[in-house]
């Protein structure tokens, strides 16, 4: 058995890894990379192999960093089947229908006001190309092992991180590979607990927080309350940037689980996504995958996706109409980092208020709108207007869909290595260097194994 990288192999983005066994060869997700606009053009170069050559894609889990670039993959000729978890399939096409949008949109736009001699703009991929590629998705169900081709058989385990997430264990050539996907913390609301693997010939594991502990959950959840409380009382509105898929369906859970305490029945609480409302209906779904903790609340609190006071907003004029509530409005809007959507007008008419409370609960990346809020900016630009910034600005820190470096140790600490090790082989990926260089200096300590640190082209065999 022989892994080749091609991303997501020093950086966060773009997870892109294949497998050469029993004379196949099979893709472990095929995702974007994102950031920059240099870093994106990266997504339309040429495959460092042949679409058409490969017999299988499998697929962790439905983040568009791990799928976004599976469009592509078929239009460039790959007609294998594409493997996947049953709620991620059903996540898959919500996920890309929703990225062909903005691709096309952009080139669109692009095209519109381009000068003459510059060449035009081309959309990533459409939405005809997420058609044929979801043609070739194939749902498996969770902890089932599965011949997926004539050598080759693959399990999907629970990696706790996303509705769907899995582990990918591998067996082709009397070797066993496991790819960790993207884990989530123990505790991840909703979701179980990633699965423990019994054992390995080779591991890749993710490293994104490799270098970090998280802070207590518990905490950051009473913090949560407190705000709430601060914002009732100023008489404001919440404003609270979130992803469509994890977080806006996490928030919702604590409101339902915290209902009476934090006296949430005097809000009015808006899911103005019209891509989280559909997702909700993707978790409605497979609700058996939930851990008991949230089967718990299902069944004594009110429904998180049903609360009395929860409204999702679908049209445009209605996400508008939003703006003309004075108080005591939660509003749960995309992106989660505040540099597209429609959080944007939500912040164009409020945030210059004192009484209104913004609240970020995930990760800003350098360079976005929401960056530049945490960091304290008196000033922004939306939509071509510069607005001042009175509101009041939160970061709960706590809330994190990846496991830290406690986490990583204790997953790949589980592991037993195949031929009768105590440890297998490791490779880290999807993480930078900083982060998976501690994480292979905590593990080269603990467990003596030396870690490599995938780089595209790298080959290792097993
Ligand atoms: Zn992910």
């Given amino acids: ?86 709620a991620t399939a059903d996540l898959m096409p919500i996920m890309l229908m929703d990225a062909a949008s903005i691709s096309e949109g952009d080139a669109e736009r692009h095209n519109r006001y381009r000068r003459a001699g510059e060449p035009e703009a081309q959309p990533l991929f459409t939405r005809e190309d997420v058609t044929a590629a979801m043609e070739l998705v194939r749902p498996l169900p969770y902890d089932t092992r599965a011949t997926i081709l004539p050598g080759v058989d693959i399990a999907f385990r629970e990696a706790g991180h996303i509705l769907g997430s899995s582990s990918v264990e591998l067996w082709a050539d009397e070797r066993k590979l496991v790819f960790s996907g993207d884990l989530g913390p123990k505790g991840t609301p909703i979701l179980r607990d990633p699965a423990d693997i019994d054992r390995a010939d080779l591991v890749l594991m993710e490293s994104t927080y490799g270098d970090r502990l998280h802070r207590d959950r518990a905490e950051t959840i009473r913090e949560l309350g407190d705000i709430l409380d601060t914002a009732w009382r100023d008489g ?41 409302a559909k997702v909700v209906s993707i978790y409605d779904r497979h609700a058996d995958l939930f851990d008991e903790d949230a089967q718990r609340v299902w069944r004594e609190k009110p429904n998180p996706f049903r609360l009395p006071n929860l409204h999702f907003t679908q049209s445009r004029e209605e996400s508008m109409a939003i703006n003309r509530i004075e108080r005591g409005a939660i509003v749960i809007a995309g992106s989660g980092m505040a540099n597209a959507g429609r959080i944007l007008h939500h912040f164009r008419h409020r945030l210059d208020r004192r009484q209104t409370h913004v609240v970020f609960v995930g990760y800003q990346a350098e360079g976005t709108l929401g960056r530049r809020l945490v960091d304290g900016a008196k000033w922004v630009r939306i939509h071509g207007r510069d607005v001042r910034v009175n509101a009041q600005r939160h970061t ?38 900083r982060a998976r260089e501690a994480l292979a200096g905590e593990i080269g300590d603990t467990y003596g194994v030396q870690a490599t640190l995938a780089r595209p082209g790298v080959v290792l065999d097993v």
């Fill in 396 to 433: 709960v820190g706590g809330l994190s869909a990846h496991t830290d470096q406690r986490g990583l140790m204790a997953w790949y600490g589980a592991i037993a290595g195949g031929d009768g090790t105590r440890h297998p082989p490791l490779a880290l990926v999807h993480g930078e260097d």
């Fill in 1 to 86: 058995m022989r892994v080749h990288f091609h991303g997501a192999a020093g950086e966060v983005t773009g997870s892109l890894h294949e497998v050469e066994a029993a004379g196949r060869r099979v893709l472990l997700d095929c995702g974007m990379i994102q950031g920059s606009p240099e870093a994106e053009r990266r997504n339309a170069e040429v495959f460092s192999f042949e679409p058409a050559a490969l017999d299988a894609l499998v697929i962790s889990h439905a983040h568009i960093d791990h799928i976004g670039r599976v469009p592509l993959l078929v239009r460039r000729g790959f007609r294998a089947p594409i493997y996947a978890q049953q």
């Fill in 236 to 276: 404001g509105n919440v404003l609270i940037p979130a992803f469509a898929v994890g977080r806006s369906q996490e928030l919702l859970y604590w409101f339902a689980r915290h209902w009476d305490e934090w006296q949430l029945s005097r809000w009015h609480i808006f899911l103005d996504s019209p891509m989280a």
